[in-house]
């Protein structure tokens, strides 16, 4: 298999590595490699608990090592990540994102790989923000729609995804598909790890992150010139933050009006996206339409 070519059959050789964050329970990632078994992989997991180091699935030598030991196993087509949480910005400067883009391997991941969807798509090749091990293999209740969505991405050549919106216009907007992360993204804005598509359409979620610090990440990408020249914004979940008493009404609602008043870009609500157990699969880097009609959206990706 090629990440540059369509995927006409569904590939079998999954490699798994830590490049992030230490599982939180070992007996649930066996669990996620039994399942991907299941599935009809053969798995080759270059996660060793073993080398656990602090919070991380490993010394930050030996997760460089496994990224680039995976991208260069000749058996291995997709490599997926074992989780998200921190870590990958610490290996940025050692990761060989050239071998990466060589390998022809589909690298599958969301939230703190984001990096990683970054470094690939800086050299002109697509990734996917799909699934992880953790939780999406590991939790006693899978989701079939993120693993149907998954399956669906690795087998074909072309995918839709489709979810209501509160969004109240007509839209017919084309472009390069890219983002991820919303922290991640602004994380790189500045440095060589970063990389934008004018033209595109933005995808975006978070985690724990209040209304008022999604609003603060949103204005430095647009200051920095990666908002205003988009054809779309779409926003997935942002799970898991606490509003306050002293915000009087600031809330998500509040936060999305503002924007929508500083940028012309239409700004699309409701992906199934994020740290939410049904989370779509996105093709990074892939060809996009994103149509919205009487509040009912369609994103449809081609590659």
Known sequence: ??????????????AVVAPSGAPPDEAAVKLGLTRL???????????DPEQKYQ????????????????????????????????GLSRLLPDIDFDLLAQSGKL?????????????LLQRGCRSLAGPMLCDDYTREQQSVYTIDQFMHCISADSHRVEFETA??????????????????????????????????????EDIGE???????????????????????????????????????????????DYLRSIIAVPVV??????????RASLMVGSQAELRVTQQQATLAMQW
């Open 1 to 14: 298999m090629n990440s540059s070519s369509a995927l006409s059959t569904t590939p079998r050789h999954i």
């Open 37 to 47: 078994q299941e599935q009809g992989f053969t798995v080759h997991s270059f996660y």
């Open 167 to 204: 969004y109240s216009g007509e839209l017919q907007v084309s472009g390069k598909l890219w983002g991820g992360n919303l922290a991640m993204l602004t994380h790189t804005a500045g440095t060589p790890y970063w990389h934008h598509e004018p033209e595109g359409i933005l995808f975006l």
């Open 107 to 119: 690298f599958v991941g969301y939230s703190d790989f984001t990096l990683v969807h970054q470094g």
């Open 269 to 278: 609500t409701g992906l199934p996206f994020g740290h939410t157990p049904m």
């Open 210 to 256: 209040h209304p008022y610090r999604i609003e603060r990440m949103l204005l430095q990408l647009h200051y920095a010139g990666a908002l205003a020249n988009q054809k779309a914004i779409v926003l997935g979940h942002f799970s898991a933050y606490k509003l306050a008493p002293h915000d009087n009404g600031y809330d998500m609602e509040a936060m999305l």
């Open 55 to 86: 919070r991380f699935g490993g010394r930050d030598a030996h997760r460089v090592a496994q990224i680039h030991a995976a991208a260069s196993d000749p058996d291995v087509e997709i490599v997926l990540a074992l989780r998200g949480s921190y």
